[in-house]
Structures are given as C-alpha cells and as structure tokens.
C-alpha cells in the first residue's frame, strides 16, 4: 500500500501492538471469550452413512463492533483457519464461505463478517467409515483459529469437541444451515472476463439474474492483493452484462490467469471465474535491493506473484564466481587453506609440482561442489526440502568433522605422524601420490566451507536449484572455480609464486600453529552440536574427541605400552560410542521459546501472517548456529542500540527461524524468498512486498528500511 493508507492503518490498529493470542477455555463445543462466541455445530439429517448429506460447521458470534474475515481478508487480516481431527474413513472439505461484508478502514478495506455466521464445512464419508460398536458415535474435534478487529485486532483460537450419532439423524441445526447455504454466492452459468487496460482493471460478467439487472452490485474478488481494495468500483450495465472498472493495487503481487470473483446485492451474491485477458504490467516496488534480486523476489514471493524474469545464468555465474573468491576470507575455510599455502611454499622452487599441486586442488574444489550441487538438486527434486548447508544440519555430520579436525589438530601439532602406525603404502601416500594429497585437500576445504557461502551468492543459490540441472550445475562449479581460482592463479603465475616465503624451520613452527585454528573450528562444532542435540549431545561428543586423542596418542607408543594402552583406550571408545551416539543425534528437549528478556520470538507456520494481521511489521531473522556470518550479525548489528530502538520505535515484531535442524517450513519460504542458505533478513509489512537485506548487515542499512515503515 501506498504511505499515506499504511501510516492510517498503523493509526487505526495501534491498540493491537499489545494484544497476545487468546486462548479460551473450551467447555464441549462451545469457546467463549470477550469478543466472541464460537460453537461447533453438526447437521446430519439422514444419519452418518456413505453417500449421505453431512456438515458441520464453526459458528461465530461477535459481539457489536467486532469482525473476523472472508477467504479474501483485503487490506489486512487473516480468514479463519480450521483444523479437523476426524475418524478414518471421513474427509473434510474446504470451507463453503458466505457472501462477505466490506468494512471501509480510513484509505483501506477489508472483507468479513460481523454480527453470526457459520462457516460450514461438508464431511465425505467413505465405506471405510467403521462406527464405534460401543455408542456407534462419530467423534470430530476441531482446532480453529481465527484473527478479530474492531480498531484493534486479536488472534483468538480454540479446541472442540463433538459426537454425531452416526445411526439417527442430526437435525437440530438446520434452519443455520440452511440459512448459510442461503447466504452462499450461486455459480453463474457464463464465465466472465477481466481484460487489464494499463493500470485498470475491466470486469465484465454475463449471466446474471433479472433481478440484478441496472442494480449497484457489491465486488469481491476471492484473489488477495490484485486490486485497490478501497478504491471506488465504477459501474455500468451493457444490457444484460455487468461491467466495472477497479485500479489495480501499486503494491500487487499475484498475477492470476483465472479470476474469482463474487457480485451481491443485498443478502443475495454471485459467483463466476473470470478469464484475464491481456498483459499484467510490470510491478515496480521499491525495497531497497538489486534489481536482480528484485526480480527474484517477484518471481518467488510468498504469495505466488507472477512469473518474471529471474537472475539470468550469466548473472548467477558471476555471483558464483565472486562468492567463491570472497569464500577464501571466511574463518571457518582459514585452517585448511592455510596448510594448502603452506604447502605451496614447499614448491616453491618447483615450477611443474607447483602447477600440478594447484591444479590437483582446484579439482577437488570444483568437483566436491558440484557433487554436493547435484545431491542437493537430485533430494530436492525427489521432493526433499533441502538447502545449502544441509550438510551440517545432520548432527552426524557435525559430530564426524569435529573428530576429523580433532586428529588433523593432533597432528599438526606434532602428537603423531601418520607414518608411525599406518601401513607404508598408506604413510608414503602423500610422498608418492602429491596429486592425490592436493586433490583431497581441496575437498577438504569444500567440506567445511559450503555452509559459509550463501552471504554471498544467495540469490545465485536460490536460482541455481529452480534451473535445469546442467545449468544448476554450472553455477556450483562456477563457485568452486572462484574459491580455487587464487590458488590457481599462484601456481601459475611466477609472480606470485615468487612473494611466497622459501621453506626452512619457519614451516614447522607454522604447522604447529595451525592445530590452534583447527581446535578452535572444533569448538566452534561442538557449540553447532550443542545448539542442535543440546548439552547432553556436545559432551559426549567432547567424551568421545578425548577417548579418540587418547587413542591416536596410544599409537604412537612402542613395546608392551603400546598394546596395554591402546587396547584399553580403544576399548573405552567402543563403550562409549553407542551411548554418545544416542545423545548426539537426539533433538535438542529445550523448548524454542525465547529466552526470558529476549524481543525475539520463534518462528513458525503463519505466525509472520498472525503477527502482520494486528498491524505490526515483522522482521525475519533465518539463521542457524552453523552459520558463521548469522552469528556475527546477530551480536553486531542486531545488537546495536540503535537498531533495536528503531525497531522498537515502529513496533516491528522481531522472529527468529532457526534452520541449525533441517525444518522443511524454512526451507520452503527461504526457497519463496529466492534464497537456499542462510543468513537471510527479511522486513514485512502489511500489503507490500517483503524486504529482503544484505546478508552481511549493515546499522544503516536495517536503520534505513525501518525507517522507510
């Protein structure tokens, strides 16, 4: 919406920054609260048999002044949601919605019901339906929820309980539902047609009954956010054809090809799908980002806008690119690629090994990226919901690079050397096969480096999995040829080659250095574990890393130390094992709440949606304890003063999604945002486009789009 109708709406709506969601006490089938009355009625009237009519249906009655809203809540608003607990053998369908009243709100509007309603539902029941010998009862519970305004707005919600008999007839009710079937708008025998002429919507519809001939007709389309809900509906009669015109909405975001739409006159209403003719315009709203990002966004917004052109392929592989040299300056890549250089030193001197070590590396790579790109792909298009960084969403996959790390640490800093107790052909490997060692490096590096990428090619992520799966492919190699392509350039290039130190004692010292970043990765791992199986998780799994050193340790002794050490130790292990594994991949028990004095609420399904329904903004944080950049953003500049009191100056709820676990939900609205990896801080507000801001935030950037509210 434009400034003028949002700054009215945050006037009018100001008393819902305090509301919390009311939960009432539920007493059989009926919820009581301040502001309304809400029953589950039943209307069978030939009994629960296959084949047979039958309803059920949530009344609500408001008390005077208050509404709750249509399919289509307009302006602002969410329609009441039902959730049904039913038998097996028995189907819900969708909700048979009334024709629905239009409440002018200052420069907005809305669409529902006030005064009672009853929003029935038809229940399918199947031969497979069994009633209960004891009773013969059909038992249906119902959790619904449902948004109600005045000025202010609240969620409310509640549980019901119900028992039809399913061998007599249910008729008690039937003048309600009767007198809802009545009030449902009737399908209308010809389709109409909505051309778009520039910024104008133009409806025509035929087939309407004489006695709404030449009458004012009231227009509802059943599709959110396509037209100026509040804008005046010009009207005129082409005979028997009913035709209006109505401005589109500035801030649109669906491009329906097919258009419900219902007319009313009085207690009386009509229904029929109009065909759109002609070229939706282009939306241009204005959120702060790139254009290509733009175009994303329209592309992949959470309410399905129309298709447009997205990121082209070019573009993403330049974002790979750049994104994969940046990667190199990340401190969870920093260990393993210092040992590369480090080994390139020893080269230094020999032009053809140098080649060849960073060619072996710059394989590993590009070939370990594109492998991941195409398990990503492949589960993705098996129907897994997945995102870059799945990897270590896996606790099992955690806890394995932290031992890893833990025995190149060990290593490094001289505890042992493979060659004290692997056999020769093994301990020789890296002597005899120099290739073999670069190439498994650069594999290496792209282990614990992927998660790290998407702060600076998201988008290029984003678009990488919704292309076909050559192209998909090529964006990931180009991320891989970026972050190998310094390493690359040095073995190439006798310039460079020439600034690297020459070998001597100072390698030693350098190597022994390194076990500190490779211990500290290993901590950084163990919070990651900790944040996902909990502390129980993370010290077994430090249990584990000290009974595995002990190990290593043993090894390296000789004689009788040797076998009695070694033996005991690695039976320490083996019993430890199989209970630590149990705690390490148990889900975390703390419940994800926030904690006590914290601004920031979990996220979850529909809560950005209940959120914007009272009239807040909403600030998205999707991060994850893997994250290094969401760590680093998330105690600089959301923890800017500031900030937080810009934040709380605009009432903006804060919510946090966090993706440390694989959870389906996030990966399916990052995947609508045009993002596959995290971090990712997104700005909503009621009947605009959400905001999506740099991965790598900035004080004045977040300063600048609260302001913009």
Known sequence: MAFARLGCAALLIVGSAFALPVKAQVVKSVVTTERARAELLAHAPDGVEPGKALWVGLQLAHQPEWHTYWKNSGDSGLPTQLQWTLPPGVEAGEIAWPIPKKYPIGNLANYGYSGTVLLPV????????????????????????????????????????????????????????????????????????????????????????????????????????????????????????????????????????????????GDKGWRTEAQVVGQWPQVVAATGVSPALEEALRRNSLSQPAPAVSLTLAAGLLGALLGGLILNLMPCVFPVLAIKVTGFARHADDRRAHRVSGLAFSAGVVVSFVLLGALLVGLRAAGQQLGWGFQLQSPLVVATLAALFTVIGLNLAGVFEFGAFLPSKLATLESRHPVVNSFLSGVLAVAIASPCTAPFMGASLGLAVTLPTPQALLVFAALGFG??????????????????????????????????????????????????????????????????????????????????????????????????????????????????????????????????????????????AWCVTCQYNKKTTLANPAVLADLSAKNVALVRADWTRRDPAVTQVLGQLGRNGVPVYVLYQSGRQPVVLSEVLSVEEVRAAVASL
Not at 578 to 590: L, S, V
């Open 483 to 624: 972050m190998a392509l310094p390493y690359l350039s040095a073995s190439f290039v006798p310039t460079i080659a020439r600034l690297l130190p020459r070998p001597g004692p100072w390698m030693v010292t350098l190597r022994q250095f390194m076990a500190f970043p490779m211990f500290a990765t290993v901590t950084w791992l163990l919070w990651v574990l900790g944040q996902q199986s909990g502390i129980d998780g993370a010290a077994s799994l430090l249990v584990l890393l000290v009974a595995m050193s002990m190990v290593v340790w043993s090894l390296t002794l000789i004689g009788r130390s040797r076998r009695i050490v070694g033996g005991i130790s690695l039976v320490v292990l083996a019993l430890l094992m199989w209970h630590a594994g149990q705690n390490i991949t148990a889900a975390d028990a703390r419940p994800a709440t926030a904690a006590s004095g914290d601004s920031w609420q979990p996220w979850e399904p529909g809560r950005v949606e209940q959120l914007l329904g009272t009239g807040r903004p909403v600030f998205v944080d999707f991060t994850a």
């Open 122 to 265: 038809p229940l399918t029941v199947t031969p497979q339906f069994k009633p209960s010998l004891l009773g013969g009862d059909l038992e249906i519970k119902l959790k619904a929820q449902w948004l109600i305004c005045r000025q202010e707005c609240v969620p409310e919600e509640g549980e019901f309980a119900l028992k039809i008999p399913a061998r007599s007839a249910t008729a008690l009710y039937a003048d309600v539902f009767n007198a809802s079937f009545q009030a449902q708008p009737r399908p209308l025998a010809g389709a109409g047609t909505a051309r778009i002429d520039g910024g104008m919507l133009r409806v025509s519809v035929p087939g309407l009954p004489a006695e709404a001939h030449g009458k004012v007709l009231g227009f509802f389309p059943e599709t959110k956010e396509v037209i100026e809900t509040a804008a005046p509906v010009t009207q005129s009669w082409d005979g028997k054809v009913w035709n209006a015109v109505v401005p589109l909405s500035l801030q649109r975001s669906q491009s329906p090809a097919v258009m419900p739409l219902v007319l009313t006159l």
